[in-house]
């Protein structure tokens, strides 16, 4: 079944970028039928959609975040990546990479495991 | 943003008891709901999509209703492995949107 992994920094400077890469193992990225994702779950706190790529390059990306959010895919690598800028503690959170079914009944249906990012000076 | 509420916010239960959590949309969403269950550490893991639909591997016991605002995930027969917290999710505007969770706890 598919995998996925999240590397990258777990800790990183305030007003830095945080950068995190998605390695999908045991799966295409390339699919037509999935948006690749990025969850967060803030310490305490519920779980938050950052945004989504499809295999092309097309995003969505949560407005509250759209500002300071890139996503990019690497077909090649079957990767794909968040770039999320201007960080602040507010940001320090466990981030999860997730599979979401591109159909109008959608849900995550594979999850990363989770990496934790500190924002901390 | 589509708010979703869950109730209660935690729960304790004995093995075998059979247990309820409620989730409300802020507005109708259809049957774009989905529950996971999340365990200490790891990532959440999908029970039930499309309000009713069990997701393949997921035991029986496990199930879904609601359609509108009002929704239930139902555990017919705690098991000790079904100790975790559960989060809905609307997946009916394209920025998805969890409830808070419920922390379900052994009593």
């Known amino acids: 079944q598919v995998q996925l992994q999240e590397s990258g920094p777990g800790l990183v400077k305030p007003s830095q970028t945080l950068s995190l890469t998605c390695t999908v193992s045991?799966?295409?990225?390339?699919?037509?039928?999935?948006?690749w994702s990025w969850i967060r779950h803030h310490p305490g706190k519920g779980l938050e959609l950052i945004g989504f790529?499809?295999?092309?390059?097309?995003?969505y990306y949560n407005p509250s975040l759209q500002s300071r959010v890139t996503m990019s895919v690497d077909t090649s690598k079957d990767q794909f990546s968040l770039n999320l800028s201007s960080v602040t503690a507010a940001d320090t959170a466990i981030y999860y990479c997730?599979?979401?079914?591109?159909?109008?009944?959608?849900?995550?249906?594979?999850w990363g495991q989770g990496t934790l990012v500190t924002v901390s000076s | 943003d589509i708010q979703m509420t869950q109730s209660p916010s935690s729960l304790s239960a004995s093995v075998g008891d059979r247990v309820t959590i409620t989730c409300r949309a802020s507005?109708?969403?259809?049957?774009?709901l989905n529950w996971y269950q999340q365990k200490a550490g790891k990532a959440p893991n999908l029970l039930i999509y499309?309000?009713?639909s069990l997701q393949s591997g997921v035991p029986s016991r496990f199930s879904g209703s609601g359609s509108g605002t009002d929704f239930t995930l139902t555990i017919k027969s705690l098991q000790p492995e079904d100790f975790a917290t559960y989060y809905c999710?609307?997946?009916?505007?394209?920025?998805?949107?969890f409830g808070q969770g419920t922390r379900l706890e052994i009593k």
């Open positions: 997730a599979r979401r079914i591109a159909a109008r009944l959608n849900y995550f249906d594979y």
């Open positions: 999710q609307q997946s009916y505007s394209s920025l998805s949107t």
């Open positions: 499309g309000a009713s």
């Open positions: 790529i499809y295999f092309s390059g097309s995003t």
């Open positions: 045991r799966g295409s990225i390339s699919s037509a039928d999935y948006y």
């Open positions: 507005q109708s969403i259809s049957t774009y």
